[in-house]
């Protein structure tokens, strides 16, 4: 019965030093993650080259993105906007022009002088939300 508690004693221990952790700097981080951003599907291949896991690529590419945007629940702020006079042709006085609005994450509206105003603010809250 108690012959499972008095089992061979062990010999020989051995103990194998696998390495010490590795550091990576801030630019060494940026350099990784842009050469996985070069092309589709190479997250495994950089992971691979410069051996550490696809795992901690993919979570300094999410930091790196989220670093990017400016963070969850950043505050909306200004951006720099650009008045470039129209040359006006004739004695016509109607509002002309263009204007260029890139919202947060990327999306680009090109609208005229002349635009609902509300219109407007609801196709920019729906480009916010997705």
Known sequence: ??????????????????????????????????????????VSATARRYRISPSLLYTWRRAFRAERIGGEGSAPGFVPAMIIPETRRGSEASPTGRMEIIVAKGHRIIVDAGVDAAALARVIEVLDRR
């Open 1 to 42: 019965m108690d012959s499972h508690t008095h089992g061979a004693q062990v010999q020989r221990l051995e103990v194998v030093e696998t390495g010490r952790r590795r550091s990576w700097s801030e630019d060494e981080k940026l350099r990784i993650v842009a050469e996985s951003l070069r092309g589709p599907r190479l």
